[in-house]
């Protein structure tokens, strides 16, 4: 396979300001994170709120300044790069927020959001932007004269679909899409993941999606990183994931996907207590104070991400 993006130890650290009796902390939201992008592919990044997905996603756009590792996109190093040549590449790398509202002026008309970035990188002429973006609005399912009105005239599908449709503007080879259907009716979530699912079928779009949902990134992805407290604890093929998860984080996340059957019983595993702070992580495990397999050295020793036949975990039950 085509490798276009590869991530290497990528860390994203915020400084904290401290009281005046206190130092300043740091908040590790992303801690050593590796993994490859490959032409066409879906990678589903999932996780509790607090995890780091988003993060991870917004860092390796360059959306937020790595503090640490590599990004390479097609072998180039864009971790350090500014400016025009960050400008230039850029346009290569999209993404779509939880939140289209927000990311829509509202002073803008549909048309003139869609139309910016294309004239911004001076890639058509208005003319030419413009006819641009009545093609881009039919092809996400909208209809072209919605080009003249104000973001607060669309439902929350309707915006979705014109964040999808701005994003696309740049005919970018990698969309990073940040929980895009989890403000959605579950309704309009089908309509827009299939909106997703076509337009990759089409035009060979590479993804990263970040979702909370394992039956979400079930539907649409080829590789799956569950990520807990800013690392990855486990990454596998979505077959692999789904038929055998390793970590008792993964199983327990798998637990809570419902089950059209009424008379299945509930096996739900039920994690005690919350995800702990990220400015102040646990020594050993960063799971062990919510695990139910939990052993002593996950107390004290940290665990490395090892690979079992092309399927990585981190968890001691797997370190001996």
């Keep these: 396979m085509e490798k276009v993006m590869e991530v290497n130890n990528l860390k994203k650290y915020f ?3 401290g009281s005046l009796l206190s130092r300043k902390k740091i908040l590790k939201a992303v801690d050593d994170v590796s993994f490859e992008l490959y032409k066409g592919e879906t990678l589903g990044l999932v996780g509790e709120s607090g995890s780091g997905k988003s993060t991870t996603g917004r860092t390796i756009l360059r959306l937020l300044e790595p503090t640490y590792g590599q990004i390479l ?9 500014n400016g025009e040549e960050l400008r230039s590449i850029r346009k290569n790398m999209q993404m779509i927020f939880q939140d289209p509202y927000a990311s829509l002026n509202p002073r803008m008309t549909i048309g003139e959001s869609i139309i910016e970035p294309m004239l911004s990188h ?3 002429g208005k003319k030419d932007a413009e006819e641009r973006a009545f093609e881009l609005l039919e092809l996400v ?3 072209s004269d919605y080009y003249y009105r104000y973001p607060h005239q669309f439902s929350g599908g309707q915006r979705q679909r014109i964040g999808i449709a701005r994003a696309l503007a740049m005919n970018p080879e990698i969309i990073v899409a940040d929980e895009p259907v989890s403000a959605l009716d579950v309704s309009v979530q089908a309509q827009i993941i299939n909106l997703f699912k076509d337009l990759q079928e089409k035009f060979g779009f590479t993804y990263v999606f970040i979702a909370h949902d394992l039956s979400v990134v079930k539907y649409l992805s080829n590789r799956i990183a569950v990520m807990y407290l800013g ?5 596998s093929t979505k077959e692999v994931l789904f038929n055998e998860p390793l970590h008792p984080y993964t199983i327990a996340l798998m637990s809570a996907i419902p089950v ?12 005690d207590g919350d995800i702990p702070s990220p400015v102040n992580p646990p020594q050993g495990c960063r799971f062990s104070n919510r695990c139910f397999r939990k052993m002593d050295i996950c107390d004290e020793v940290h665990p490395e991400l090892v690979e079992i036949n092309g399927h990585k975990v981190r968890c001691h039950l797997y370190s001996a």
């Excluded at 996109?73 to 790069?81: A, F, V």
């Excluded at 008379?263 to 739900?268: H, L, N, T």
């Design 15 to 17: 400084a904290l300001k």
């Design 141 to 143: 399912g909208l209809d």
């Design 122 to 124: 001076n890639l058509l």
């Design 260 to 271: 059209p059957d009424p008379r299945a019983k509930d096996k739900r595993i039920v994690l």
């Design 231 to 235: 690392e990855i604890v486990e990454f």
């Design 73 to 81: 996109y097609r072998g180039k190093d864009i971790s350090k790069i």
